[in-house]
């Protein structure tokens, strides 16, 4: 069984930055693809980043050049680094594994997911 448990979300200003962790137990987590994902009230989860076994990384368009997904295999721990916060960021911030090494950028790609951690973005 796996378990993933974020952290790092808050309340920030429009322009601010902010790093997410997910720390995950339970399975291999060097051989396992992992990737962010988010949904805002009223609106479908969407990806956000993922990062494959050989740190290969995709980043969504909305995100690309703000966010940077990133692993460190020796603390079993996924990061979102998030900068140029902007209030369409606004979400809860979900992490995520499957069962596979390679990258996966829909949701029906990963078969774990953590219990999110709230991004709120003020105008």
């Known amino acids: 069984q796996v378990r993933l448990v974020e952290s790092g979300g808050g309340l920030v200003q429009a322009g601010d930055s902010l790093r997410l962790s997910c720390a995950a137990s339970?399975?291999?987590?060097?051989?396992?693809?992992m990737g962010w994902f988010r949904q805002a009230p009223g609106k479908e989860r969407e990806f956000v980043a993922c990062i494959g076994w050989d740190d290969i990384t995709v980043h969504a368009q909305p995100v690309r050049g703000r966010f940077t997904i990133s692993r460190d295999n020796a603390k079993n721990t996924l990061y979102l680094n998030m900068n140029s916060l902007k209030p369409e960021d606004t979400a809860v911030y979900y992490c995520?594994?499957?069962?596979?090494?390679?990258?996966?950028?829909?949701?029906?790609?990963?078969?774990?997911w953590g219990q999110g951690t709230q991004v709120t973005v003020s105008s």
């Open positions: 339970g399975r291999n987590f060097s051989e396992s693809a």
């Open positions: 995520a594994a499957r069962l596979v090494p390679w990258t996966g950028t829909t949701r029906g790609d990963y078969n774990y």
